[in-house]
């Protein structure tokens, strides 16, 4: 089979540099997804152009008119919804099932925000003086860019592009390299569905390479980040010189706590959930479980059979439950990981290596991994893992386990399995995290509700429901004497 080509978009046409990025699957590293267009410094500047040109007449359009086209992007993802999901597996390597849902949450931001564009109203308030009528209204920054991670291919760039669109902006996005194919199909069917030329650029290349670039690009006047600390701290000292809108969604260190008075089976499939399904390579993933004394053995010995039943391997075929890191870059990290657990806190009471033999030869798996007895200092227990890594740590007590929770210097996400409703509140005003979880798994969130986080984990305001206009709008405010 020819491995298919993939343009670039700049000012509505399909480009080509003729050097190219390998999408590889990394379930079966054999099979190349799809080669994208390597772009450099130039292709920015002319997207920036594109995109500047663009803005005032996208601006001006009504904001029906926008949601219409948002409406019918939304309806051709809708067409494509099997083939996309099988995509996204084949590029990212999560599970179909997996994929299906993130596909059907795209193309359910895309109805969301297209319904905004007759909805989304700005401020009505009585003046204090006579016969003056005062109001607010909202517009559009400008020229906006959207980069995006690996993890979540399609829907983080949905999250972006389409709050981003209805609010009037114009649009450079950057997707990450090793999964480039669902944000193009996300732009693919915005060209389809007529959004006009220049309204949405979209370039593949080394965000090494063009972050610079598109950081200083003239027309710029606001950025939106998903990946890791590193990329974003720069992104933030670069793009702060400028003066530009900043808004930055990192990583996430997060805690689900287990009370005595849990659940017990819900809080043991909640627990295994969040840590492993995705490969824990979900931002809102636990990577630590913090047991109330009480119950902590017996909770332990759960978690590891329950672990053990979990099935690791191409998540094309049905019945996985987990499939490959997303890279080498990815398994080697997470590899380092279990070795740096391995010398602080032993040896894993489950998993612990890279997966072979037969198919898995092909991928980059590793097997679920449970250390026990992990100690707040250890690095397993403070720094990002983004693998399927579990560390799991003892609390005396609630307030122990609150404690331990928050001692990190992330604050994505935070879960709590309880019965006790007054612990349930202590947990929500006391959790320095962005996104809380009671009874559920610490990842799984909905579009229609603001997303980020605190601490190190984000800066600048939400993404997603109606918080995202905050960053994507301005307001303009007007007193009219009549
Ligand atoms: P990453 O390495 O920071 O990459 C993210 C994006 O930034 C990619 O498109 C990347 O392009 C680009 N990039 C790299 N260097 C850049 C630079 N100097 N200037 C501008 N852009 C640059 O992160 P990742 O490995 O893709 O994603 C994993 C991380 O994302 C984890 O830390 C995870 O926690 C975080 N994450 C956070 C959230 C959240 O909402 N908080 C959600 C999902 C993921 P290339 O791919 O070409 O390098």
């Known amino acids: 089979m020819n491995t298919p080509v993939f343009s670039n978009y700049i000012a509505g046409e399909w480009v080509d540099t003729g050097k190219y990025i390998e999408n590889r699957n990394p379930a079966n590293t054999d099979e190349i997804v799809g080669l994208?267009?390597?772009?450099?410094?130039?292709?920015?500047?002319?997207?920036?152009?594109?995109?500047a040109g663009a803005f005032p007449k996208w601006a001006a359009m009504p904001g029906p008119a926008?949601?219409?086209?948002?409406?019918k992007t939304a309806d051709i993802l809708e067409h494509q919804f099997d083939s996309l999901g099988a995509e996204m597996t084949r590029e990212e390597g999560k599970t179909l099932p997996e994929a299906k849902g993130e596909v059907r949450r795209a193309i359910n931001i895309f109805r969301y925000y297209a319904g905004e564009g007759s909805r989304a109203g700005g401020i009505l308030t009585p003046s204090e003086r006579e016969r003056v009528h005062t109001f607010a209204i909202r517009k559009p920054?400008?020229?906006v860019g959207l980069i995006t991670p690996w993890n979540f291919p399609i829907a983080i760039p949905a999250w972006k592009i389409a709050p981003a669109l209805i609010c009037g902006n114009t649009i450079i996005v950057k997707p990450a390299s090793v999964s480039p194919l669902s944000s193009w199909r996300i732009v693919e069917a915005l060209h389809m569905a007529g959004v006009p030329k220049g309204v949405v650029n979209f370039l593949t290349g080394s965000g090494g390479e063009l972050g610079g670039a598109l950081v200083n690009a003239a027309p710029l006047k606001a950025i939106s980040f998903t990946g890791s600390n590193e990329v974003g701290q720069w992104i933030h000292a670069e793009a702060s010189r400028r003066r530009l809108r900043i808004q930055l969604e990192m990583g996430g260190k997060n805690p689900t706590i287990v009370l005595a008075d849990a659940d017990f089976n819900s809080a043991v499939e909640n627990t295994v959930n969040a840590a492993f399904f995705s490969t824990g390579?979900?931002?809102?993933?636990?990577?630590?479980?913090?047991?109330?004394?009480?119950?902590?053995?017996?909770f332990l010995e759960a978690l590891i059979s329950r672990t053990r039943k979990l099935k690791v391997g191409n998540g094309m075929e049905p019945g996985v439950d987990i499939g490959p890191c997303v890279d080498l870059g990815q398994l080697e990290t997470v590899l380092k990981y279990i070795?740096?657990?391995?010398?602080?806190?032993?040896?894993?009471?489950?998993?612990?290596?890279?997966?072979?033999?037969?198919?898995?030869?092909?991928?980059?798996?590793?097997?679920?991994?449970?250390?026990?007895?992990?100690e707040e200092k250890m690095r397993i227990a403070q720094e990002e893992i983004f693998g399927p890594v579990l560390s799991?740590?003892?609390?005396?007590?609630?307030?122990?386990?609150?404690?331990?929770?928050?001692?990190?210097?992330?604050?994505?996400?935070?879960s709590i399995q309880t019965t006790n409703v007054s612990r349930v509140f202590d947990f929500v005003y006391g959790a320095e995290a962005g996104l809380l979880t009671v009874n559920l798994p610490s990842a799984g969130v909905e579009y229609q509700l603001p997303f980020g986080g605190t601490k190190d984990s984000s800066f600048g305001p939400k993404e997603q429901g109606p918080a995202a206009f905050d960053f994507y709008s301005d307001y303009k405010t007007v007193y009219l004497k009549y």
């Open 66 to 71: 926008r949601g219409a086209i948002l409406y």
């Open 281 to 298: 390579q979900k931002c809102t993933a636990t990577s630590r479980v913090i047991v109330e004394d009480a119950i902590y053995p017996r």
């Open 392 to 414: 799991v740590m003892r609390a005396k007590d609630f307030t122990d386990a609150m404690r331990i929770a928050n001692n990190i210097p992330f604050g994505l996400s935070a």
């Open 141 to 143: 920054i400008g020229v």
């Open 36 to 51: 994208h267009p390597k772009a450099v410094a130039a292709d920015v500047e002319k997207a920036a152009a594109a995109a």
């Open 339 to 374: 070795e740096i657990g391995r010398q602080e806190a032993g040896e894993p009471l489950v998993g612990g290596n890279r997966l072979t033999g037969g198919a898995h030869d092909k991928g980059f798996f590793v097997e679920p991994t449970i250390f026990a007895g992990v």
